[in-house]
């Protein structure tokens, strides 16, 4: 046997040489996504969860107008039910800043919890994410972990405390993702900590709970799941971008759009066709706003590894440079613009901008919402799914753009300064933009109808 060379004989196997990849791009795509529960009423199973996990100090975390609302209590039945020790933060900021993420991290690392439960939107999500991995690396600084260019865009390599998230609005998918965005006070911009690591461990979806919401906090968190879909969908393909990671602890979280992703994608864009209106427009209206629910951790999965690109680069300096607007329905004491309405008021201008790359993905998007594509050329595919996405928004009372919610042109230099440093996203539009572009995309957004 000692001439055999074979593999399963010859310990001293040489490797085979590596096929170079091309131009430096990735080759190579992996699903990342949190374990998900669904069911009505599911979440009353959260303390047998906890006890199973032998935790001993929980903490809760949810926001003030949350606290007195039917889920917050829902878990807190649970907690009760199974003597779960636990402590309960509830000043999660809606729309949270570099500030209101710290404030809670130092509460956290006070109490030396051993697991961590957040009952709300993605704002609540994505803060108790944060305190969970600031807890867990003590000695880190702040910027470590921020992606860059603002912070330093470390990888996580400290493990993590078990996070169990409860959502609460059929928006953001955080219960499914490894990121938490927030407002950078200083530089006036949205920016966050994306890494597989600090994606919670379970996501428990319980439809009741999105009974709670009201009519535009349904809207706008809709229609963040909306451009979860049609972004990832029509995102650079993973395998276009680069640089290809030289240790795959350094492969980005959101990696361009790929098979697996694009059926998420897909399936959460129809979801949407078929029942935001009736979720929005009738909140006794349970089939819709379940549905609702299952496509905002749909589309989770589906951006959560794909990503974003446009809509979301642009939007982060449409929240971060808010001057006076207070939406409807929302219960804060400052200015804001909801995540879903910033990220949806951009949205005809950019697919029309992107549909010269990959039309029949735009054209396919558009007859997913409805329009006629049997006569359509193919060369008009931005045309057609920018028209839709108008006519989506007007039949849903949505804000006439930019200029409705206080930005005029004189804004758009400082708008794009905040959209550069989201090279996180923008890199993934599948067509390249330039300064000119993205001020052009930021007036042909100022007004839709």
């Keep these: 046997m000692n001439g055999c060379r074979c593999p399963s004989h010859c ?22 996504v949190s374990n998900i529960r669904y069911g009505e009423g599911v979440t009353k ?29 829902a878990v807190l039945n649970s907690l009760a039910k199974y003597g779960i020790n636990f402590q309960m933060y509830d000043n999660v900021r809606v729309e949270p800043t570099d500030q209101s993420f710290l404030d809670a991290i130092t509460f956290a690392k006070k109490g030396e919890f051993d697991a961590y439960v957040a009952v709300g939107g993605g704002s609540v999500i994505d803060t108790c994410k944060a305190a969970n991995l600031y807890a867990s690396s003590p000695t880190s600084d702040f910027l470590d972990y921020v992606n860059a260019p603002i ?15 409860v959502p609460t609005t059929a928006g953001t998918g955080s219960e499914t993702t490894g990121v938490a965005i927030f407002d950078f006070k200083e530089l ?23 009974l709670s919401m009201p009519e535009r906090i349904v809207a706008n968190s809709g229609f963040d ?44 864009l129809r979801i949407v066709a078929k029942y935001l209106k009736r979720a929005i427009r009738n909140p006794e209206d349970c089939e819709a706003r379940a549905n609702m629910h299952l ?31 207070k939406p409807k329905d929302y219960n804060v004491d400052h200015s804001l613009v909801p995540h879903g309405l910033s990220v949806v008021l951009t949205s005809p201008a950019v697919f029309a901008f992107t549909a010269q790359i990959h039309p029949e993905r735009h054209l396919e998007a558009a007859e ?48 794009v300064k905040g959209t550069l440093p989201q090279e996180r996203v923008t890199k993934l539009s599948p067509r390249p933009q330039t300064e000119e572009d993205l001020s052009a995309l930021f007036e042909a957004s100022m007004k839709l109808y």
């Design 11 to 32: 310990h001293t196997y040489s490797q085979v040489p590596e096929r170079p990849t091309l131009g430096n791009t990735d080759y190579a795509f992996e699903m990342a």
């Design 45 to 73: 199973e959260i303390g047998m969860d906890l006890q199973n996990l032998g935790a001993g100090r929980v903490c809760l975390m949810t926001d003030k107008n949350l606290s007195q609302l039917p889920p917050v209590n």
């Design 151 to 165: 912070g330093k865009g470390k990888p996580v390599t400290v493990p993590l405390k078990p996070l169990i998230a």
């Design 188 to 210: 006036k911009v949205k920016t966050g900590i994306a890494s597989r690591a600090i994606k919670p461990t379970l996501g428990i979806i319980d439809p009741l709970h999105t």
């Design 225 to 268: 799941v909306l451009c979860h879909a049609l972004e990832s969908y029509t995102a650079l393909p993973y395998n276009m971008r680069s640089p290809c990671p030289s240790n795959p602890i350094n492969r980005p979280a959101y990696q361009g759009s790929n098979p697996i992703s694009d059926v998420w994608a897909l399936h959460a």
């Design 295 to 325: 496509a905002s951790a749909f589309a989770g999965i589906g951006f959560g590894n794909a990503g974003v690109h446009l809509c979301h680069g642009m939007s982060y300096p449409i929240s971060g440079l808010v001057k006076t607007y």
């Design 368 to 415: 997913i919402l409805g329009a006629d594509i049997r006569t359509a050329r193919i060369k008009d595919a931005g045309f057609i799914l920018a028209d839709t996405l108008r006519k989506f928004l007007f039949d849903l009372n949505v804000d006439d753009g930019l200029a409705a919610i206080g930005y005029s042109k004189a804004d758009i230099p400082a708008l």
